[in-house]
Structure formats: C-alpha cells, structure tokens
C-alpha cells in the first residue's frame, strides 16, 4: 500500500516506474546516475580540453544538444563566450553563458519577488482577526465562555459571549452581564 504524498512515475529515459515523493524528478534514480556520470566525464573531458565545440563532445559521449542545453540551464555547465551555443535571458533576451536570466533580470526579479512577499505578509497581518476564549472556571458547567478582544487589533468588534449547556435562567448569576443586555442598556440610555 503506498503512503500518503507517494507519487508513481513512468521514468522518461527508460519508462520503468519509480517512487517521486517530493514530485521533483522526471527520470529514475538509476538514469539520474548515469546522467549525473555522463554529466562529470563531460566536466573532466572539457577540463583537459578547454574549448571543445558541441559537435565534438556529442561525437565522443552519448549525449543530445537538448541535454547539454539542459545542463547550461540548469547552471551545471557553462559556455565559453566563443561558443556555438547561444543561450538568452527568458526576461530580456540579452545573450548568456548558463542558466535562465542574465544578472540584471536575476537581481530585478528577485528584488520583484521581495516586494511581493512583503506585500503579501502586510495583508496576512491586516486580515488576521485574533481573538483569545476564556471561560470562567469559577462558574459551575454550563457556565458562559467569552470571546475576548484582541486588544492590539483596532477596528475589532465588542467581544461576544455564548452561552453554552444549560438555559440562561439555571446557569448561575455573575456580575458580568452579556454583550445582548448592554445593548438594551445602552438603547434606554
């Protein structure tokens, strides 16, 4: 039986299926590795000769312009300026050597995400309505419980009292009285 949050994927390399919990991976962990592999004799290959064009690296190592583009995207190579590569910005389409963003857009859009997160905490804390319960353990069962103000909220309403198990005349008398009856205090006035 599988848990909860357990996801069944079919691998895209070689279609066996395999447990993805974390929803992360495209590919199982056997063909990760022997990306991963490839990925660092690629590395050690272009260490000893730097400058290596494509078509060279695709004719030594079993590997697709679309996987190397993927590991320049991913920021684990990166081209050398004279490259036949040409990789842009996906913001502003200016021409990169790795990755998705060129560093202005990288600095633009995370200051981008700063404001909105900030944005999105100021309305959490505007729209949190905190109200504290407390029930007056003097008071025999079926006493009241009250509602209480949070007092560093302004704009709260008057707090509310609920009267909970036995009717109001057999609950015992206290020197409170409801939000109901000064209401009709405050109409006489």
Request: proline residues 5%; glycine residues 6%; charged residues 35%.
């Amino acid at each position: 039986m599988r848990k909860a949050g357990e996801m069944l994927k079919q691998c895209v390399m070689c279609n066996r299926l395999f447990e993805d919990y974390l929803d992360m991976n495209l590919s199982c962990p056997d063909c990760r590795e022997k990306e991963n592999q490839l990925l660092r004799d690629i590395k050690d290959f272009l260490w000893d000769y730097p400058g290596t064009t494509e078509a060279k690296l695709r004719e030594i190592f079993p590997v697709t312009h679309e996987q190397i583009v993927k590991w320049l995207r991913e920021e684990r190579l990166e081209v050398t300026p004279d490259s036949s590569i040409k990789l842009t910005c996906r913001r502003c389409g200016s021409m990169i050597l790795k990755g998705k963003f060129c560093d202005h857009c990288k600095q633009r859009v995370g200051a981008e995400l700063e404001e909105m997160k900030r944005g999105l905490q100021s309305k959490e804390q505007n729209t949190k309505q905190t109200y504290g319960m407390v029930i007056d353990r003097n008071m025999a069962p079926g006493g009241k419980m009250h509602f209480l103000q949070n007092k560093s909220r302004p704009g709260i309403k008057d707090p509310r009292s609920v009267n909970i198990g036995k009717p109001k005349e057999a609950a015992p008398k206290t020197e409170e009285k409801p939000v109901e009856e000064h209401k009709k205090e405050e109409g006489k006035k």
